[in-house]
């Protein structure tokens, strides 16, 4: 008997028992009024880094959550200040070598320094400082500063990145996106660690192992083949069209060929929304500066992320301004958090107690590159720079057999991140504390695009997007509160952007 059935043996079992002690958030009215959905996945910046300061926005809707938050969604879950705008003071801190605390501080500038750590191994230190094998059991985020100071010792003490927040007048953009439209302040990345296995959550439920951005690239034309499938694979199945629009390399390049015809320029989008033109599903991609650095627009330090913020300001004004605005639901999101500070611990993932949303653990990956070896435990392509990562925290740790049940395993997700969701749909100034990671996404779109009737179990991959909530109370279907809500304008980059022009 294959891993594949295996898996899915258990995946029926499980999923029949999904509706003990889960509680799904419906939107109001009908979701299949959907007819497009556009995904922006940037990088690396955590939800403190980004929102932390929303809730003392200068004349904005929301303050900060004090105590029980349910039914208040006027209340963001940010960083613990005083004061309002770009004159905080806060609290948040994290201990340094000597053990004296580093607050949460306003950084203005929009190029940051060096990238800091978000590998597997350091998020788990950055998690927990004393004990980072056992985050499933604690996670009190108190080893940011250690941890990036252990990485990039060359680093001044005073600069702290890590410590570092944004306001509105750093992010105009984005502040403005999320006061008319809504967020979500418990939206994790998919595991706590880095880019490949976080954007692997969201092309396909699972990381099949993988825990190493390095093994990104896969070494095969026709990408990874995870065992349990693809979202594309899915929207092919279902007839659903879907479009992933690149800058310089396409995300779907991990699980497809490069040259497929699910795939365009990114100057194409403003030409299609235009025409009425966008397909069910669209992917958009930043430039992530694989072939000009000095293009990359993905907001990943030390890139100018007004770069970004501009990007996306285009993209969001050419679906507002076009005739596929009424039906759209647009999610913003960051990969991961980029080795940036957040106060909240990262709770375990709904998966139905499975250690895995797959069968698969952390460093023993399986695919079907090559099979049937390549299905069993360890026998996937490329996972080399993985099992050093899982062997690093766990000694005990072999590429086949038992995985050591005291090592960190693929069942709490990461580090929150931010999300916006711009849509007619969106409730005005709004903040859901449903929690969710990138599957909600995948299993917004197998919810709307996959099923005959809403009510009825949506397809999956894993275990991960069958149990992960839609995030639909951020919408109301019925009488599209947010139609004819403007969206604000972003300043273009510029060299002189503060932190951006060399010493």
């Known amino acids: 008997m294959t891993q594949k059935v295996i898996f899915w043996g258990q995946l029926c079992l499980l999923a029949a028992g999904l509706s003990l002690g889960s509680v799904e958030a419906h939107a109001d009215g009908d979701l299949r ?47 613990t200040c005083t004061g309002s705008g770009s004159s905080l003071n806060c609290t948040n801190s994290n201990p340094d070598e000597n053990g004296n605390p580093v607050s949460s501080f306003h950084d203005p500038r929009l190029c940051t320094g060096s990238d800091m750590d978000h590998g597997w191994v350091g998020s788990h230190f950055e998690a927990n400082w004393m004990s980072p094998i056992s985050t499933i059991v604690s996670t009190p985020n108190n080893g940011f500063i250690l941890r990036n100071d252990v990485s990039f010792p060359d680093v001044q003490p005073t600069d702290h990145d890590t410590m570092g927040y944004y306001t509105g007048d750093d992010l105009p953009f984005y502040y403005g996106l999320a006061e008319t439209f809504g967020i979500d302040d418990r939206y994790f990345c998919s595991l706590i660690g880095p880019t490949f296995p976080n954007r692997a959550y969201l092309i396909a439920a699972t990381s099949f192992g993988h825990v190493s951005t390095s093994e990104d690239i896969p070494p095969i034309p026709a990408g990874y083949r995870p065992i349990t499938g693809t979202i594309y694979d899915l929207l092919d199945k279902y007839g659903v069209s879907w479009i992933d629009y690149y800058s310089d390399v396409p995300t779907s390049i991990d699980a497809r060929p490069f040259l497929s015809n699910n795939l365009a320029p990114i100057t194409q989008f403003a030409t299609d929304a235009a025409a009425g033109n966008l397909p069910q599903v669209a992917y958009v991609d930043p430039n992530f500066g694989f072939l000009v650095p000095a293009d990359e627009s993905d907001e990943h330090p030390p890139s100018d992320i007004r770069k970004g913020q501009y990007l996306i300001s285009q993209i969001v004004a050419a679906v507002r301004n076009s005739p596929s605005w009424k039906d759209t639901v647009i999610f913003i999101t960051y990969d991961e958090h980029g080795g940036t500070y957040d106060h909240v611990p990262p709770p375990r993932a709904r998966q139905a107690g499975a250690l895995n949303p797959d069968g698969i653990s952390p460093g023993q990956c399986a695919d079907l590159s090559n099979p049937p070896e390549s299905e069993l435990p360890g026998g996937g392509y490329n996972c080399a720079a993985s099992q050093g990562a899982v062997a690093e925290l766990c000694p ?107 010493d």
């Open 396 to 502: 005990d740790f072999t590429p086949t057999g038992p995985f050591p049940r005291d090592c960190p395993n693929f069942n709490q997700y990461g580090f929150r991140v931010p999300l916006i969701a711009v849509s007619p749909f969106s409730k005005r100034h709004y903040v859901s504390h449903t929690v969710g990671d990138h599957t909600s996404i995948d299993a917004f779109i197998e919810k709307r695009f996959m099923t005959t009737t809403t009510a009825l179990p949506h397809p999956a991959m894993t275990l991960r997007d069958a149990n992960a909530l839609t995030l639909e109370d951020m919408f109301d279907f019925t009488r599209s509160p947010s139609l004819n809500s403007g969206v604000p304008a972003a300043p273009a980059p510029d060299p002189s952007d503060p932190g951006c022009t060399p």
């Open 33 to 79: 009024k959907v007819n497009h959905v556009v995904v922006i996945m940037m990088e690396n910046h955590s939800f403190d880094n980004y929102f932390g300061a929303l809730p003392y926005a200068s004349h904005g809707p929301y303050h900060r959550c004090k105590g029980r938050v349910e039914g208040d969604h006027r209340c963001v879950d940010g960083l």
